[in-house]
Structures are given as structure tokens and as C-alpha cells.
């Protein structure tokens, strides 16, 4: 497996590079923004582990060209002072982020579990049919990553792919954050976290009508989040 390291700061980078070496893992790394992009664009990487400052250009840049054309899994790193800019990374692609300072081990543990669940919703989608709610409204081809609203394709992140069919999986059934957080991402919070929230939010403008009036993607106060909608051909 090989792996894009975009990070700046040199120890850092040196650091987070031996540890996933010893994992096993190649690892690609660049300090500057346009280097990873030329890099991403002459190989075939697993997963991106993308800094938001960088040389050259800004890693919100890196990541919003990588996602016109791939789905590989990226993780971004942030500073505390900064963590609000990891929101806008979600908001781009980016599947997870990770605040500075971290442990490494921490580090890696995150891309074994964002890994796994690529690799199990991969298997999973293979052994699903096409899933029609809501009379033909909203369909999903888990295998080929085909959403159509109303007819119309629309494009999802691979994070946003996986949530919306790990709802789709049980209509109807109330996930609460942590689990969904697990199903999705493959860690569970220590805490609260804005990161499946934010994804939920990308989800819901890119399949609603009308996000803040949404109809499909359920929140439900104090319990978690469902898919509203029945499968067709079953009773709601």
C-alpha cells in the first residue's frame, strides 16, 4: 500500500514517515502543495495524509483538486488554533482529520480503521442490488457509487458514499453519532466530535430538496440520525 504525506513541518513529517514505514506501508511525502498534486497525479495512492499549511499551495487546494477525479480516503492534519479550518477540509472531501500535537500511534490506528471500513464497504457493496426509496426518488448502487435525486446523478465524497449507505443499509433505524461515527469512519469518539455532523450536513444538501427541511436524512434529538425513507417494494 503507498501513501501521499504532505506535511510541512519537517520533523513532523520525518516522525509520522518512519512510523508508517514500519507499518509496511510506501510512503510518498512533500512538504509543497503543487509537488503532492504532480505526485498524486503520476501514481496510484491508497490514502492521502494532506497538511492545510503547506508550501506552495494551501492544502485545501490539494484537496479539492485530488477529489475532482478520485475517491481516496484523506485524512487532514490541523492545528488546534486552526481546527475550524479542518470543517472546510470536510467540507471539500476530506474523510477524517487529526489535530497537532498527536501521537503518532494515534495516527496510524486512525488509517487502520479508515482502511478497514474501505476495504469491508468495498466487499459489502459487491453483494448489494441497486436500492430504490421513496417510489424511485432517491436510488443507490452501492457497488459502482451511483446516487440518482429524482433522476438526477449526483456526485458523492467516499465518505459521504458510505454514510449514506450504512443508513440505507436499515431504514429506519435511529444510529446514534458514535456508532455511526464507527460504521462510517472505524473509530469511536472520546468526546464530541463535529466530524460525522459535517458529513451528514454535505450529505443532506447534496440529496434534499431542501437541507434544512430535509426528508430522507432524519435528525432525531438526542438519539442520533436515520434514513427516513422505506425501501421500495417493503412497508415503511
Known amino acids: ?10 520533523k513532523i513529517r520525518e516522525v509520522l514517515a518512519a ?24 501514481r496510484a495512492y491508497d490514502l492521502v495524509i494532506l497538511d492545510l499549511m503547506l508550501e506552495g499551495l494551501p492544502g485545501e487546494e490539494v484537496c479539492r483538486e485530488i ?7 484523506i485524512v487532514m492534519i490541523t492545528s488546534k488554533s486552526r481546527e475550524s479550518d479542518a470543517i472546510i ?4 472531501g476530506a474523510d477524517d482529520y487529526i489535530v497537532k500535537p498527536f501521537r503518532v500511534k494515534e495516527v496510524v490506528a486512525r488509517i487502520h480503521a479508515l482502511l478497514r471500513r474501505t476495504r469491508q464497504y468495498t466487499a459489502e457493496a459487491e453483494k448489494n442490488a441497486v436500492m430504490s426509496f421513496d417510489k424511485g426518488r432517491l436510488v443507490l448502487e452501492p457497488e459502482t457509487g451511483t446516487v440518482l435525486v429524482r433522476g438526477v446523478p449526483v456526485s458523492l465524497t467516499a465518505t459521504e458514499l458510505k454514510l449514506l449507505c450504512v443508513l440505507a443499509s436499515k431504514p429506519g433505524k435511529v444510529f446514534a453519532r458514535n456508532d455511526l461515527t464507527y460504521e462510517v469512519l472505524g473509530y469511536r469518539f472520546q468526546g464530541e466530535s ?5 458529513h451528514l450536513k454535505n450529505l443532506r444538501k447534496k440529496i434534499e430538496e431542501d437541507p434544512k427541511e430535509p426528508q430522507y436524512v432524519l435528525t432525531m434529538i438526542g438519539s442520533g440520525y436515520k434514513l427516513a425513507a422505506a425501501l421500495d417494494g417493503k412497508e415503511p
Request: glycine share 6%.
Open 89 to 92: 477540509g470536510l467540507n471539500l
Open 19 to 42: 512510523y508508517l514505514k514500519n507499518e509496511g506501508w510506501e510512503v510518498d511525502f512533500t512538504p509543497d502543495g503543487n509537488e503532492a498534486l504532480a505526485l498524486f497525479r503520476s
Open 1 to 10: 500500500m503507498r501513501i501521499l504525506l504532505v506535511e510541512d513541518e519537517p
Open 194 to 198: 463535529r466530524t460525522i455532523d459535517t
Open 67 to 73: 477529489r475532482q477525479s478520485s475517491f481516496v480516503p
